[in-house]
């Protein structure tokens, strides 16, 4: 039995050469254009490019295989005779063998396409541990750092952080399209959303008040807030005064009066009566007689009054300022003392909207420190970040308030309409299911909430 022979009539070949882009000559070599060189590892390759240089350099392997087959023809057909019908059987089996390639192909070059990163992303981030934190060789970590590089290698992008002062500066970077998303420690609020959109929230947070740790006993801390160069001062006024009144009265009665006679002994006498006056205790025994000295003890008697009530007032008032720092429990209460926060950020918004004079400090660890050295009261910010700093340093001397008084969450920040926003949600709800996110949590915070 023989094999069946096969011709390739020239018109054939042209139809094949048709179907894999590439012309046969006639001793079988290929000419023709070649495929699109595949992008370099540092091109920015768009998708459709991906998919298009995959399926050329698929069609030629066709080629080949369709070259080899050819030739396999010929050789038959150098030892066999040609037979009715033999030469459209082979053509129907070459045809389903290439039909059979081509989906492989594009199955294929689909793969490779998804696999490739499309994308180079410009996020802007600003340091808020323990979000978003820059190490010394310029790498960032923290929470929401490392959730944006899983989300973006979900989604196959590069990503380059740009740093920023202020969340302001952030948000307005992204509203403006000098940068594809935000990433931090961003609250989602009502105006921030009127310039760009947020994703769903990855943490819920909320403003939180630091206050000077109570460590001392109660006459400790007495004598530690009396005992000031200001009530040095004060002290010293009233002394002066009943010094001056004393010698006034000792002068006019000195000549008059028995009691105020006798040189150093008078003059003792009226620094006494001065003083009993200025206490409220002054011995009748002693006043002056003539009428010049009882005005003058009259107008004393009147202005030390005012004087030690003012005087008992500050001191108490001081006393009960600094007491009430420490039992602070809701924001009402910080329009009495003195409050400090950072500008430009939600805590220090919320306090001017609350109409409280808040002292503006430029950074936390900068209102720690006047809060530890007694220039402040309370010290108002997002609670997780407060606590992060305050058990980095201030852990003795400063305490955070258990109770949130105003409650935010925490999302990414995108341009308006952002076609990345539904895939951004998607691959974060992944993420934030897996055992991965309650870890990360619990390394940074020490809790998974």
């Not at 495929?35 to 350099?57: E, K, L, N, Q, Y």
């Not at 969340?167 to 961003?186: F, H, K, N, R, T």
């Not at 709800?429 to 390394?443: H, I, K, N, S, T």
């Amino acid at each position: 039995m023989g094999y069946p022979r096969v011709e390739f009539a020239q018109h054939g070949r042209v139809r094949l050469e048709k179907t894999v882009s590439f012309i046969v000559s006639g001793d079988g070599s290929r000419v023709g254009r070649a495929p699109p060189a595949p992008p370099s590892a540092g091109d920015s390759v768009s998708p459709h490019r991906a998919f298009i240089c995959t399926i050329a350099r698929m069609r030629v392997e066709i080629g080949r295989i369709v070259h080899l087959i050819a030739r396999i023809c010929r050789s038959w057909n150098a030892r066999t005779a040609p037979r009715p019908g033999h030469r459209l059987g082979w053509a129907l089996v070459l045809y389903f063998v290439l039909l059979g390639l081509l989906p492989a192909a594009s199955g294929s070059a689909a793969a490779q396409s998804a696999a490739q990163p499309h994308q180079r992303l410009i996020v802007a981030t600003k340091e808020a541990p323990p979000f978003a934190m820059r190490a010394e060789n310029g790498t960032w970590t923290g929470i929401s750092i490392e959730l944006w590089n899983r989300v973006g290698r979900k989604l196959g992008v590069y990503t380059t952080f740009r740093e920023y002062q202020t969340v302001p500066e952030m948000l307005a970077a992204v509203a403006s399209g000098g940068a594809d998303a935000a990433v931090a420690a961003i609250s989602v609020t009502p105006e921030r959303e009127k310039t760009v959109d947020f994703t769903q929230p990855f943490y819920d947070s909320g403003l939180s008040i630091a206050v000077p740790a109570n460590k001392e006993i109660e006459w400790i801390f007495i004598l530690r807030n009396v005992f000031t160069f200001r009530f040095l001062e004060a002290i010293g006024v009233l002394i002066a005064g009943a010094m001056i009144v004393g010698s006034a009265i000792w002068l006019i009665e000195r000549r008059v009066t028995e009691h105020y006679a006798n040189g150093a002994q008078g003059f003792g006498t009226g620094l006494w009566w001065s003083a009993s006056a200025m206490a409220q205790a002054a011995a009748a025994d002693k006043a002056p007689a003539t009428l010049w000295g009882r005005l003058l003890g009259m107008l004393w008697m009147i202005t030390s009054i005012v004087a030690v009530a003012s005087f008992t007032a500050g001191i108490t008032s001081h006393l009960a300022a600094r007491r009430f720092a420490q039992v602070v429990r809701t924001s009402s209460d910080l329009a009495a003392i003195r409050t400090g926060s950072v500008p430009s950020t939600n805590a220090f918004d919320y306090l001017r909207s609350q109409r409280i004079d808040a002292r503006s400090y430029p950074s936390i660890p900068a209102g720690l420190d006047a809060l530890r050295a007694g220039k402040l009261d309370a010290f108002v910010y997002d609670r997780p970040i407060l606590e992060w700093n305050v058990h980095k340093g201030y852990i003795d001397d400063i305490q955070v308030l258990d109770k949130l008084f105003v409650h935010d969450n925490y999302a990414i920040a995108l341009p308006k309409g952002s076609a990345l926003r539904i895939k951004i949600d998607v691959a974060m709800g992944e993420e934030m299911r897996d055992v991965w996110w309650q870890d990360l949590l619990v390394q940074y915070l020490g809790s998974g909430e």
